[in-house]
């Protein structure tokens, strides 16, 4: 393991973002509806993170470059789906913009047209609404009450190196 002797310049942004990326985080995709025209729109996302515990609440982000901000603003409802481990292609089909994200995706079926897209199958999926939308430098932090949410045993999709892994691809380390 080689450690650097001095810090760098986060203004390298390319640079910046590698070191960011060495932090492996969970994978998840975020499905909302557009406030205008009602169409389903969703995004991979690693940022997601728990807030607290009492209340329920959730954060995430979302570039201030993206199309879909106006379904997540304050007040929209949205699922989070934590991808498991067997979900890569499909994070990378949410990652790249579509005219249609929701093209041969497999949807859960639901009665009522207006709620969030419910992928077919997630290691855990959050049902949200938004409380706070906050924007901070070149994205808006989302919080969110989570009002139900749904799991199973499947391990969790892991995001790092520019890499996606599995729980079982990591070597666990013991004290």
């Known amino acids: 393991m080689k450690y650097s ?7 390298d942004t390319k640079a910046f973002r590698a070191a960011l990326g060495r932090f492996p985080t969970g994978v998840t995709i975020i499905t909302g509806r557009d406030p205008d025209s009602d169409a389903a729109v969703g995004l991979t996302v690693s940022s997601f993170n728990s807030l ?3 209340p329920p609440l959730v954060l995430w982000s979302i570039s ?22 067997g979900q890569s292609e499909l994070a990378r089909h949410f990652a790249t913009p579509k005219p249609d ?13 207006s709620r ?8 855990v999926v959050f049902d949200c609404v938004t409380d706070k939308f906050i924007e901070a430098g070149d994205h808006f932090l989302v ?3 989570v009002r139900q949410y749904r799991g199973c045993d499947a391990d969790s999709l892991l995001f790092c190196n520019s890499q ?11 004290e």
């Open 101 to 113: 994200k929701f093209e041969g995706v497999s949807l859960k079926p639901t009665t009522d047209p």
């Open 64 to 85: 201030v470059k993206s199309p879909s901000i106006s379904a997540f603003t304050v007040g929209r409802a949205h699922l989070i789906h934590v991808l498991h481990a």
């Open 164 to 174: 996606f892994l599995s729980v079982d691809a990591l070597s666990r380390i013991t």
């Open 5 to 11: 002797d001095s810090m760098a310049n986060p203004s």
């Open 52 to 54: 607290s515990l009492t």
């Open 116 to 123: 969030s897209p419910e992928l077919s199958e997630s290691c």
């Open 143 to 145: 919080i969110a009450s």
